[in-house]
C-alpha cells in the first residue's frame, strides 16, 4: 500500500467528512486505485475546544492522543486535524506524534502570503480568535486581520452549533450577514478559520471563491502533494 493518510476528526464529524472529499476532489485519479489511502477517526466524545480555552472546562488533549495513536498504529504515516481550534495544542500533539503532521493554520497562512494580500478577515471559533491563532501567525509578515465585532462573533458561534445540530438554514441565516459586514469593512480575503464555515457557506464560496480562504482546502492541497512527495506513486498528467 501506498503512503497512509490518516485524519483525526470528529471536529465534528460534518467537517471530518468533508475533508475526506475535498482530498477525493483533489486527487488525480480515473479509477479507484487512484486515489489516497486514508484512514479516519470521527469519534466525537472529544471534548469541546472552544469551552476549554475560554471557560477551562475538560481539555480535549488527553482524547486527541489516544485517537491519534490508534492512526499511527493501524499505519498512518501523516496526520491531518479538520479542526482549526484544536490546533491550539498542535505542538503538544505533534512531540508526541511518530510521523508527519500538517498544521491546517500554516498551510492557511501560506495561502494568504501566495495571495499577497495585507488585508483578511477571520472567521473562526471565539477560542481561535482570543488565543490569536491565525492573528499572530500572519502579523510576522504585516498581514493585518479584521475579526468581527463582539456581537458578531457570538453570531458566528451560534452559527457554528446550529450546524452541527443540524440547523443549516439558520447556520447560514446567522452567518451571512457578518460575511457580509467583513466585505464591507474593506477585507481583500475572509479565511474560513472553522472547518463547519466552508460547508455553512459552500455556496458563497462557490460563486465568489476570490472572497475566501477556505482553511480545510489549504490543509488538504498540502496533503495531496505530501502524498505525492512520499509515495513512489505519481500523479496522472492531465
Known amino acids: 500500500m501506498n503512503s497512509l493518510v490518516g485524519i483525526l476528526g470528529g471536529m465534528g464529524p460534518g467537517a471530518t467528512v468533508d475533508a475526506m472529499q475535498k482530498l ?12 489516497i489511502p486514508m484512514i479516519a477517526v470521527s469519534i466525537p466524545d472529544i471534548p469541546d475546544r472552544t469551552q476549554c480555552i475560554l471557560q477551562h472546562s475538560a481539555s480535549p488533549l488527553k482524547k486527541m492522543l489516544q485517537y491519534m495513536k490508534i492512526l499511527e498504529n493501524a499505519g498512518a504515516e501523516c496526520i491531518i486535524i479538520p479542526c482549526n481550534t484544536a490546533h491550539y495544542w498542535f505542538n503538544e500533539l505533534k512531540q508526541q506524534c511518530s510521523v508527519e503532521m500538517i498544521s491546517i493554520i500554516d498551510v492557511t497562512c501560506q495561502a494568504i502570503r501566495e495571495a499577497k494580500t495585507t488585508r483578511v478577515g477571520l472567521l473562526a471559533t471565539t477560542a481561535t480568535v482570543k488565543a490569536r491563532i ?37 447556520a447560514h441565516r446567522l452567518l451571512s450577514p457578518v460575511k457580509d459586514r467583513l466585505l464591507q469593512a474593506g477585507v481583500t480575503k475572509i479565511i474560513l478559520g472553522c472547518t463547519e464555515l466552508p460547508l455553512i457557506l459552500e455556496k458563497e464560496a462557490k460563486t465568489s471563491p476570490q472572497h475566501y480562504i477556505d482553511a480545510t482546502e489549504a490543509l488538504i492541497k498540502k496533503t495531496v502533494e505530501w502524498y505525492f512527495t512520499h509515495s513512489p506513486k505519481k500523479p496522472i498528467a492531465a
Do not use: F, W
Request: hydrophobic share 25%; with cysteine; proline share 4%.
Open 24 to 35: 477525493i476532489k483533489n486527487t488525480p485519479a480515473y479509477r479507484d486505485q487512484d486515489h
Open 134 to 170: 491565525y492573528q499572530d501567525n500572519l502579523a510576522a509578515d504585516h498581514i493585518h486581520c479584521d475579526i468581527p465585532d463582539e456581537a458578531d462573533q457570538q453570531q458566528v458561534m451560534e452559527s457554528i452549533y446550529a450546524y452541527k445540530s443540524g440547523d443549516i438554514t439558520g
